[in-house]
């Protein structure tokens, strides 16, 4: 069974930087591809930015030109830098990872992490 698992959150002071990363702790999933979303207190779930197979990237408005969504393939890892860090930030950020289970190598599929939260404060 994989299970994803995410690091790299915490508390920052706004204007500070974090790095996510978001990795299979079994190491039995070859991530190709995801995105990180993140849920505020008493909002929707957002997307926040995805990465395709073929490397294209795609944000948020409200996050373009200070966040950077990446993979390393033989890491089988996608990471979110995310820079100038803003209050409005503040989320519970969850990492959806697709790819290829070895036992399954004909399927893609989809998993999620447990989700790592990201306080900013003003």
């Known amino acids: 069974q994989v299970l994803l698992v995410e690091s790299g959150g915490g508390l920052v002071q706004a204007g500070g930087s974090l790095r996510l990363s978001c990795a299979d702790s079994?190491?039995?999933?070859?991530?190709?591809?995801g995105g990180w979303y993140r849920q505020a207190p008493g909002k929707q779930r957002e997307l926040v930015a995805e990465?395709?197979?073929?490397?294209?990237?795609n944000y948020a408005d409200s996050v373009k030109g200070r966040f950077t969504i990446s993979r390393d393939i033989a890491k089988n890892t996608l990471y979110l830098q995310m820079n100038s860090l803003k209050p409005t930030d503040t989320a519970v950020y969850y990492c959806?990872?697709?790819?290829?289970?070895?036992?399954?190598?004909?399927?893609?599929?989809?998993?999620w992490g447990q989700g790592t939260q990201v306080t900013v404060s003003s």
């Open positions: 079994r190491n039995i999933f070859s991530i190709n591809a």
């Open positions: 990465i395709t197979r073929e490397g294209g990237t």
């Open positions: 959806n990872a697709r790819g290829y289970v070895e036992t399954m190598p004909w399927a893609e599929t989809s998993y």
